[in-house]
């Protein structure tokens, strides 16, 4: 069992910044994606950036250039640094794992409470 602990969001005014943290507690197998999502009022939950075990990062188009998503393997934290935010990125962002013992193995989801994030003047 993995449990994601979201913190960091707030208001912001835009082209400001916000840190995300995502901590995680529990076993994390070696093939893994961590990723941020999220969902503003009346949108389907959409994928913001992710990292996965081999190193790879992959980013929304919306956000390329201005979200950078981070690990800390000694904190056991996630992070999404979230620079010259703009109205339309408010959402509740979540954290989310997937992660799988083997490649033939099923694999595990978790998800994170959400944090709320408000981009307005």
């Known amino acids: 069992q993995v449990q994601l602990v979201e913190s960091g969001g707030g208001l912001v005014q835009p082209g400001g910044s916000l840190r995300l943290s995502c901590a995680t507690s529990?076993?994390?197998?070696?093939?893994?994606?961590m990723g941020w999502y999220r969902q503003a009022p009346g949108k389907q939950r959409e994928l913001v950036a992710a990292l996965t075990s081999g190193g790879s990062t992959n980013y929304a188009d919306s956000v390329k250039g201005r979200f950078t998503i981070s690990r800390d393997n000694a904190k056991n934290t996630v992070y999404l640094q979230m620079n010259n935010l703009k109205p339309e990125d408010t959402a509740v962002y979540y954290c989310n794992v997937y992660t799988k013992r083997a490649i033939i193995s099923e694999p595990y989801n978790y998800w994170g409470q959400g944090t709320q994030v408000t981009v307005s003047s």
């Open positions: 529990g076993t994390i197998f070696s093939i893994y994606i």
